[in-house]
């Protein structure tokens, strides 16, 4: 979500003439936009503030921006600690950064971090450093309330957006040469619970929602974070099952294999249910990937509790996942909690857990070894001469050969890593998408 309110912010400074710099240095306008669920965010912020001071101490007409989480939940602290500061805008006030920035011109530093979200900014222009490839947010805000994360309180409540705006910016985006889609959502399973549908008391839902963007002609690709195990519903899975465009991939967060830290998490499933949910998706989806989220220690989380999210993980076969050291988000309710645990425990588990998903990670990906795939081209691979690919399944597959972002081929995969697959071209470039 904060990458994509950049490119958002990119978009509107870039429409309003500005063009990007390479350095700070030779910078006009610099926009910090700042992600809250990050460690440290805040210590990076105000780091990165006091390199700025000196700059702006030459250059009084540099404007210095702190967008994002961070603004949203500090509010005036920022340009308390930090006065060299022009504007602070939260997440819900991006469309007035040129009307802010103006106003900072004629009257000094100034603050808009209002509580509600009157334009989407998915409505904005957008500076994407992808042509083919593209966020499409579905829905802003969160209802839940799980007690490790500051997302309710700086993005607010859910707030869907009409089917009809996601899809005509969707199709705007496929006439302009974007083949695929990310639909971002804090829980995409409850998208359309605030909406209703013009004439009945039915709301959208989700897997109509996949359905229709299914539908969009020339869109090779569709993919959306993230779901909530305790929301997910069947139709979800039979709209993935029967939507050509839908990858086949999910990003299912687990969190932990605890019922009891669960419980304390305030994440309201239980293990087996989510592994029920895993089952009846790879069978209604052969062949889909999984990956999901883990946190390791959360504060109570005991040697029972760690050893039952060992036994989920060995079970799920997840194809991937993010795996966290728990670490506390002032303001958040986990943060207050008793029994947080210590540093060298949580890392003698993390480590445990990261070895075994890592083995797991592997054997699953060498077991795409000799088989083909259609793969699309992301750009230039870390070495001269090779290229970085995706597969539907959302693996990376390096090509040895050099080929234009945006198209599809299909790939033989030779060999395997934890975080990568090799793949040798087996058809000629097929769609040029930019
Ligand atoms: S559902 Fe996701 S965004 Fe919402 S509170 Fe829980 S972790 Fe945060």
Same mark, same amino acid.
């Given at each position: 979500?904060?990458?994509?309110?950049?490119?958002?912010?990119?978009?509107?400074?870039?429409?309003?003439?500005?063009?990007?710099?390479?350095?700070?240095?030779?910078?006009?306008?610099?926009?910090?936009?700042?992600?809250?669920?990050?460690?440290?965010?805040?210590?990076?912020?105000?780091?990165?503030?006091?390199?700025?001071?000196?700059?702006?101490?030459?250059?009084?007409?540099?404007?210095?921006?702190?967008?994002?989480?961070?603004?949203?939940?500090?509010?005036?602290?920022?340009?308390?600690?930090?006065?060299?500061?022009?504007?602070?805008?939260?997440?819900?006030?991006?469309?007035?950064?040129?009307?802010?920035?103006?106003?900072?011109?004629?009257?000094?530093?100034?603050?808009?971090?209002?509580?509600?979200?009157?334009?989407?900014?998915?409505?904005?222009?957008?500076?994407?450093?992808?042509?083919?490839?593209?966020?499409?947010?579905?829905?802003?805000?969160?209802?839940?309330?799980?007690?490790?994360?500051?997302?309710?309180?700086?993005?607010?409540?859910?707030?869907?957006?009409?089917?009809?705006?996601?899809?005509?910016?969707?199709?705007?985006?496929?006439?302009?040469?974007?083949?695929?889609?990310?639909?971002?959502?804090?829980?995409?399973?409850?998208?359309?619970?605030?909406?209703?549908?013009?004439?009945?008391?039915?709301?959208?839902?989700?897997?109509?929602?996949?359905?229709?963007?299914?539908?969009?002609?020339?869109?090779?690709?569709?993919?959306?974070?993230?779901?909530?195990?305790?929301?997910?519903?069947?139709?979800?899975?039979?709209?993935?099952?029967?939507?050509?465009?839908?990858?086949?991939?999910?990003?299912?967060?687990?969190?932990?294999?605890?019922?009891?830290?669960?419980?304390?998490?305030?994440?309201?499933?239980? &293990?087996? !249910?989510?592994?029920?949910?895993?089952?009846?998706?790879? %069978?209604?989806? @052969? /062949?889909?990937? =999984?990956?999901?989220? #883990?946190?390791?220690?959360?504060?109570?989380?005991?040697?029972?509790?760690?050893?039952?999210?060992?036994?989920?993980?060995?079970?799920?076969?997840?194809?991937?996942?993010?795996?966290?050291?728990?670490?506390?988000?002032?303001?958040?309710?986990?943060?207050?909690?008793?029994?947080?645990?210590?540093?060298?425990?949580?890392?003698?588990?993390?480590?445990?857990?990261?070895?075994?998903?890592?083995?797991?990670?592997?054997?699953?990906?060498?077991?795409?070894?000799?088989?083909?795939?259609?793969?699309?081209?992301?750009?230039?691979?870390?070495?001269?001469?090779?290229?970085?690919? &995706?597969? !539907?399944?959302?693996?990376?597959?390096?090509?040895?050969? %050099?080929?234009? @972002? /945006?198209?599809? =081929?299909?790939?033989? #995969?030779?060999?395997?890593?934890?975080?990568?697959?090799?793949?040798?071209?087996?058809?000629?470039?097929?769609?040029?998408?930019?």
């Amino acid at each position: 979500m904060n990458e994509h309110d950049s490119e958002r912010i990119g978009g509107l400074l870039m429409a309003d003439g500005m063009t990007p710099t390479e350095s700070v240095e030779d910078a006009r306008i610099v926009v910090l936009n700042t992600c809250a669920i990050r460690e440290n965010a805040d210590n990076r912020l105000y780091g990165n503030l006091g390199h700025l001071k000196p700059l702006k101490a030459r250059n009084p007409d540099l404007r210095i921006v702190v967008a994002g989480c961070l603004a949203q939940k500090d509010q005036g602290e920022i340009q308390r600690r930090a006065p060299w500061v022009d504007v602070v805008i939260g997440t819900h006030a991006l469309p007035n950064l040129l009307d802010l920035l103006r106003l900072a011109e004629e009257e000094g530093p100034v603050m808009d971090v209002r509580e509600y979200t009157e334009i989407f900014p998915s409505a904005l222009p957008a500076a994407r450093t992808d042509a083919f490839r593209a966020w499409v947010s579905i829905a802003v805000g969160c209802d839940n309330a799980c007690t490790f994360c500051i997302v309710p309180f700086v993005r607010g409540a859910q707030r869907s957006r009409p089917i009809g705006d996601i899809l005509a910016e969707i199709q705007g985006l496929v006439r302009a040469g974007v083949v695929e889609v990310t639909l971002l959502g804090q829980n995409v399973n409850t998208y359309g619970r605030d909406l209703t549908v013009p004439g009945s008391s039915r709301r959208p839902r989700f897997a109509q929602l996949l359905r229709e963007v299914n539908e969009v002609d020339g869109l090779r690709r569709i993919r959306f974070t993230s779901p909530h195990p305790h929301d997910f519903t069947p139709d979800v899975i039979d709209a993935m099952a029967s939507s050509e465009a839908v990858c086949e991939h999910i990003h299912f967060p687990l969190q932990s294999g605890s019922d009891r830290v669960l419980k304390a998490m305030q994440r309201s499933y239980r &293990r087996e !249910r989510y592994l029920d949910w895993l089952t009846r998706i790879r %069978e209604a989806i @052969p /062949g889909i990937a =999984v990956s999901t989220d #883990i946190i390791v220690g959360f504060p109570g989380e005991t040697a029972e509790d760690f050893a039952d999210t060992l036994e989920v993980v060995e079970r799920a076969r997840f194809d991937g996942a993010y795996t966290f050291q728990y670490s506390p988000r002032p303001g958040t309710r986990a943060a207050s909690m008793d029994e947080q645990l210590p540093k060298e425990v949580v890392q003698e588990r993390f480590e445990r857990l990261v070895a075994l998903q890592s083995a797991i990670t592997a054997a699953a990906n060498r077991a795409q070894v000799g088989r083909t795939f259609e793969v699309l081209v992301e750009g230039g691979g870390k070495r001269r001469g090779s290229t970085q690919a &995706r597969t !539907r399944t959302n693996r990376i597959v390096h090509l040895r050969q %050099e080929l234009p @972002p /945006g198209t599809f =081929v299909e790939a033989r #995969i030779t060999d395997a890593g934890v975080h990568h697959l090799i793949g040798e071209t087996v058809s000629t470039p097929a769609t040029v998408a930019v």
